[in-house]
């Protein structure tokens, strides 16, 4: 969650275009540039990726994020239910994924499906581990039965405190040293700051995770600190923030209405001149009379099948050598 900002966002690619924006006032006041963020794009017209670097503490202070690797897949057309585009973000997917995990082939994986199955927004990571070819006790009871191109993976879909009474960290913790996994692969929902990433994004980030912080409900943080082993995380924002999506609506209603005037009114430069933060802040304080709401679309139930198997079968793709998608599918069916 960016936290040297009001506004509501787990994903690294958004903070850094904040950060751009406040770069762009300092700068206008003669202030210090900051450094310690290195951005690259690549990927394909269906498929855009966005890989953003931080690379100091100074860089760390202006995301609000731990030093490391945060990758992007930008997907417009997962709504679609686009076949080809389907492939191409799977296949993407494994691609940065093997970048980051750098596994041997004896490696051994650990798949965490954070969130709360009994809630469709919630429900990314319950849903991928139910779509992940899972080897592990075939490779120690039926060796036989899988060639060399297949890794030791397992999966759990550990819940969340209010069903269980467990924190979710201690439930992993007490996996870890009993199966002793040598990396783990962390899957959950995300919160963002725009309404067209929902459910389109997938980030990919080498610096663990904590359950619950995009909804506000930050829990014991999954990581190489706490757990010992490397973190790696997958999230896709599913949800915004209301009181974000509101301000949005407000600038683009106020851009628009400034344009039809020659200078606008005085009420609506008024407006326009307030900091982004404080029409946040205002927009905020109306809507927590009726509570702190938090939007999904309407459509969250089909969509969020479609990618939480992009996410699973790029995960398989990238943990187990020369494995197709008919191969995905033949085995967990």
């Known amino acids: 969650m960016l936290e040297n900002s009001n506004i509501r966002t787990d994903l690294a690619v958004e903070a850094h275009e904040m950060s751009r924006k406040n770069r762009a006032v300092r700068e206008a006041q003669d202030q210090p540039k900051d450094e310690g963020v290195i951005v690259e794009e690549a990927g394909t017209e269906d498929v855009k990726v966005t890989r953003v670097q931080i690379v100091s503490p ?7 994020k731990p030093m490391g690797n945060y990758i992007t897949l930008d ?24 970048k980051i995990i750098r596994l041997s082939p004896k490696s ?17 990571g319950p849903k991928v581990v139910n779509n992940m070819m899972v080897t592990r006790h075939l490779l120690e ?13 397992s999966s759990i879909a550990p819940g969340v405190l209010g069903i269980t009474g467990i924190e979710t960290g201690e439930i992993v913790k ?19 700051r725009k309404m067209e990433r929902i459910s389109t994004t997938i980030q990919i980030a080498d610096t663990g995770i904590s359950p619950g912080s995009g909804v506000g409900n930050k829990r014991m943080e999954l990581s190489k600190n706490t757990l010992g082993i490397p973190v ?23 851009d628009n209405l400034l344009k039809q005037t020659q200078n606008g009114s005085e009420f609506f430069n008024m407006l326009n001149n307030l900091d982004r933060n404080e029409k946040y802040q205002l927009i905020k304080e109306v809507l927590s009379t009726e509570g702190n709401f938090i939007v999904t679309p309407k459509e969250i139930d089909e969509v969020i099948e479609r990618v939480a198997k992009i996410v699973a079968y790029g995960i398989n793709m990238a943990l187990h050598e020369n494995i197709s998608i008919p191969d995905i599918e033949n085995f967990i069916h």
């Open 174 to 192: 007490g996996v870890v040293e009993k199966v002793k996994p040598d990396i783990i692969i962390a899957i959950d929902a995300l919160a963002s």
């Open 58 to 64: 100074q860089g760390e202070q202006e995301l609000g």
């Open 232 to 254: 790696v995380a997958i999230g896709v924002p599913t949800v915004v923030d209301a009181a974000t999506m509101a301000n949005d609506t407000i600038d683009l209603v106020m």
């Open 75 to 98: 997907v417009p057309k997962i709504k679609t239910n686009h076949t080809e585009v389907f492939s191409t973000a799977c296949n993407i997917l494994a691609q940065e994924l093997r």
């Open 108 to 124: 051994s994986v650990l798949i965490v499906g954070l969130g709360n199955w009994n809630i469709t927004p919630d429900a990314l």
């Open 141 to 153: 009871y039926a060796p036989d039965a899988l060639d060399e191109n297949f890794r030791s993976v």
